[in-house]
C-alpha cells in the first residue's frame, strides 16, 4: 500500500479535493491542503490546511491548482501520485504541463467527472503512458462533504443507496483496490 499520496493538477476544479477527502477517508489516512478548502470541516481532526506542507506517512495531499514551489518535493518524494483531469482540452493542456514537471515514476490518471466519451477521449492522450481510472459523474459526490462520508460509506449505509450507486463509484472502488495493492491497473 502507498504511505504518501499526492493529489495535483494545475488545473483548478478537476476535483482534486473530492478525490482526496475520499481517498483519506477510505484509508484513514490524514488530509493535508495547501489551498483554503471545506476539509477540515468535512473531516475533523483528520486535516489541515498548511502553506508549508510537511512530509508524513499515512497522508493524503490535496494540492492546489497552482504553481507552489513548496510542495514540489513533495509530489517527488510521494509513494504515489494521482492527476485528476477532466475532458476539456484546457484541463488536459494543463496535465500535459504538470507531467512534464514531476520527477516520480508513480503516477496514474483519473479522469474525473467522466460522462459518455470522456474516458475514451482521454485514454487517447494518455494511456501508453499512465494507468488511468475513470470515475464517473454523480451526485455522490456533492453528497460525501455534506454528510462528512466517504462515497463507500453513503453506498454502503443501506440497501437503496447500494442499489441506486450501484454503477456511480466502480471506478473510484477500482482506485481504491489500486492504491491498497489489491488489484492492478
Known sequence: MYNR?????LKGGVGKTTIAFNLAKELNFFLISNDDSIIEVAYP???KIMKEPKT???????FGGFVDTNIIHI????????VPLTSDLN?????VSLLSEIDNDNIIIVANRSDND?????????????????IKN????????????SVLEIK?????????????????????????????C
Open 75 to 82: 509530489i517527488n518524494d510521494s509513494d504515489l501520485v494521482i
Open 56 to 62: 508524513i506517512d499515512n497522508v493524503v495531499y490535496d
Open 156 to 184: 454502503n449505509s443501506s440497501k437503496l443507496n447500494k442499489y441506486i450507486y450501484r454503477n456511480s463509484i466502480n471506478g473510484f472502488e477500482e482506485l481504491i483496490n489500486f492504491v491498497k495493492g489489491k488489484k492492478q
Open 91 to 95: 484541463s488536459v493542456k494543463k496535465t
Open 45 to 47: 481532526q483528520m486535516s
Open 138 to 149: 454523480s451526485k455522490i459526490w456533492k453528497k460525501s462533504f455534506e454528510a462528512k462520508k
Open 5 to 9: 499520496i499526492s493529489i495535483v493538477n
Open 118 to 134: 470522456d474516458f475514451a477521449d482521454i485514454k487517447k492522450y494518455f494511456k501508453d503512458k499512465y494507468p488511468i481510472f475513470e
